[in-house]
C-alpha cells in the first residue's frame, strides 16, 4: 500500500465564515463552496478549490463534534490534518494496522465529507500529524 495523492489538507477554525473570508482576502483563494452541515460527523464544512488541492475548513457542529477537543487546545483554530487518496480504503487500513499504526475509532471506514469512506491515522503513528485516508478509485 502506498498513498496517493494529496486530497486535501483540514484546518479547524472557531469561525468559518472568518477563515472563509481570509483565504480569498489574504491568498486570493475565492473558490469556496457554501457552508454545509454534517451533523452526523459534527461538523460544517467549507471546501476551497486551490489549484492542485483542496483546504477542508472545518467548524465544530453540536456538543460532541470531534473538533472541540482540537479547538480546546488550539482556540484560534489551525492544521487539523491532512488527506491523502488511497484506492481501495479496506487494503490501505489494513495494512496500516500491519505496519503497526493505530486506526482510529473502531477502524471501519465510514463516509466522510467528501461522500466517500476514509479512515484516520493517529497523530502519534505520524510524528504528531493526523493523516485521513481516502478512498478515491477514479485516481488508481
Ligand atoms: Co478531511
Same mark, same amino acid.
Request: glycine share 10%.
Given at each position: =500500500?502506498?498513498? !496517493? $495523492?494529496?486530497?486535501?489538507? !483540514?484546518?479547524? /477554525? +472557531?469561525?468559518?465564515?472568518? /477563515?472563509?473570508?481570509m483565504y480569498a482576502?489574504?491568498y486570493?483563494a475565492?473558490?469556496?463552496? %457554501?457552508? $454545509?452541515?454534517? @451533523?452526523?460527523?459534527?461538523?460544517? *464544512?467549507?471546501?476551497?478549490?486551490?489549484?492542485?488541492?483542496?483546504?477542508?475548513?472545518?467548524?465544530?457542529? #453540536?456538543?460532541?463534534? @470531534?473538533?472541540?477537543?482540537?479547538?480546546?487546545?488550539?482556540?484560534?483554530? #489551525?492544521?487539523?490534518? =491532512?488527506?491523502?487518496? &488511497? +484506492?481501495?480504503?479496506? *487494503?490501505?487500513?489494513?495494512? =496500516? $494496522?500491519?505496519?503497526?499504526?493505530? &486506526?482510529? #475509532?473502531?477502524?471501519? %471506514?465510514?463516509? #466522510?465529507?467528501?461522500?466517500? @469512506?476514509?479512515?484516520?491515522?493517529?497523530?502519534?503513528?505520524?510524528?504528531? &500529524?493526523?493523516?485521513?485516508? =481516502?478512498?478515491?478509485?477514479?485516481?488508481?
Amino acid at each position: =500500500m502506498k498513498i !496517493g $495523492r494529496l486530497n486535501h489538507i !483540514g484546518i479547524a /477554525t +472557531p469561525d468559518i465564515a472568518a /477563515t472563509t473570508a481570509m483565504y480569498a482576502s489574504l491568498y486570493g483563494a475565492d473558490s469556496a463552496t %457554501p457552508p $454545509r452541515d454534517f @451533523p452526523q460527523l459534527g461538523v460544517r *464544512v467549507v471546501f476551497v478549490s486551490i489549484e492542485n488541492t483542496q483546504l477542508e475548513l472545518i467548524e465544530p457542529l #453540536g456538543e460532541s463534534s @470531534p473538533i472541540h477537543k482540537f479547538l480546546e487546545k488550539n482556540p484560534k483554530g #489551525g492544521q487539523h490534518h =491532512m488527506c491523502f487518496e &488511497v +484506492p481501495d480504503i479496506l *487494503v490501505a487500513r489494513d495494512a =496500516m $494496522r500491519e505496519r503497526g499504526a493505530t &486506526v482510529l #475509532g473502531t477502524g471501519e %471506514p465510514y463516509i #466522510g465529507a467528501h461522500g466517500v @469512506p476514509v479512515i484516520f491515522v493517529h497523530p502519534k503513528n505520524s510524528d504528531g &500529524v493526523l493523516v485521513e485516508l =481516502m478512498q478515491t478509485p477514479d485516481h488508481s
